[in-house]
Structures are given as C-alpha cells and as structure tokens.
C-alpha cells in the first residue's frame, strides 16, 4: 500500500507566501507523475500543478508564474511554493500521485487526505 502524506497549508494574508509538501511512503517502484489538485467550497475539483518522471511541468493558467512545484525524487516527495496569494487560491489542497509499485506494473492512482490553504486579509 501507498500512503500520501502532505504538510504545510494554514491562513495567510494576500500577497504572502505558503509551501506545500507531500511524501509518499510503501510499495514504491516508480513515480510517473505527481500533482496539486484544489477544490474552493462550491467548486470544481482542478488541477493546480503536476511533474512527470522526466522533470515536465504544467499548470493551471490562474497560478501560472506564481505557483512552482517540483520533485525530490530521492525523498519520494512534491512540493509546491506558492507565491503572490491571492484570496481566490482558498481551498482544500491535495496531493496526487501515479505509482506504480513496479517498474513494468499498472500504475495506480493514490490521494493525500488534503491540506487547507486560506487566504485571507
């Protein structure tokens, strides 16, 4: 089994900065991407950031150039800076990650139990 284990989050002001983690521990063979998902009360679950194996990055148009996520692949861990917070990034932030526990195995796909991030002035 896979577990997701994510940090950081709270209650900042607009304009500050916050970073998220998250590590993935258990039946780890390989990673095929991991990501930032969020979802605002009365929202749509969406896609903030995601990093594949090879280092390729995208993210969603409201964060881009604010928002950097990156890898330790060493640490089997994510993390997403982000940065000039506007009260619009209010939302429960998850971790997720494609793994498979195998190299030439199915991959599966795993969730964190998610971390709030509020901002507010």
């Known amino acids: 089994q896979v577990q997701l284990v994510e940090s950081g989050g709270g209650l900042v002001q607009p304009g500050d900065s916050l970073s998220l983690s998250c590590a993935a521990s258990g039946s780890i063979g390989s990673i095929d991407a991991m990501a930032w998902y969020r979802q605002a009360p009365g929202k749509a679950h969406e896609l903030v950031a995601r990093?594949?194996?090879?280092?390729?990055?995208n993210y969603a148009d409201s964060v881009e150039g604010r928002f950097t996520i990156s890898r330790d692949n060493a640490k089997n861990t994510v993390y997403l800076q982000m940065n000039s917070l506007k009260p619009e990034d209010t939302a429960v932030y998850y971790c997720?990650?494609?793994?498979?526990?195998?190299?030439?195995?199915?991959?599966?796909?795993?969730w964190g139990q998610g971390t709030q991030v509020t901002v507010s002035s």
């Open positions: 990093i594949v194996s090879s280092g390729s990055t």
């Open positions: 997720n990650a494609v793994i498979r526990r195998y190299s030439l195995s199915s991959p599966n796909t795993y």
